[in-house]
């Protein structure tokens, strides 16, 4: 079974920092601030779960 460890400090900002981004990038697109695509904002929200995920599931990441 695999030990998940608490990310460092770099990688959890850089998971939220990437969060923000997508939420912002949403919701400009669905005020119509902009023509912003989703799929954007999709792939953003989906990094800053896989850098999330990577910085629990391996140690020192």
Same mark, same amino acid.
């Given at each position: 079974?695999?030990?998940? @460890?608490?990310?460092?400090? &770099?990688?959890? +900002?850089?998971?939220? #920092?990437?969060?923000? #981004?997508?939420? #912002?990038?949403?919701?400009?697109?669905?005020?119509?601030?902009?023509? #912003?695509?989703? +799929?954007?904002?999709?792939?953003?929200?989906?990094?800053?779960?896989?850098? &999330? @995920?990577?910085?629990?599931? &391996?140690?020192?990441?």
């Amino acid at each position: 079974m695999a030990r998940l @460890t608490p990310p460092t400090k &770099m990688v959890f +900002n850089i998971s939220v #920092i990437l969060g923000v #981004i997508a939420l #912002i990038l949403y919701f400009v697109n669905v005020f119509g601030v902009a023509s #912003i695509s989703m +799929n954007i904002a999709f792939w953003l929200a989906a990094a800053a779960w896989g850098v &999330m @995920t990577a910085g629990v599931a &391996m140690k020192g990441v």
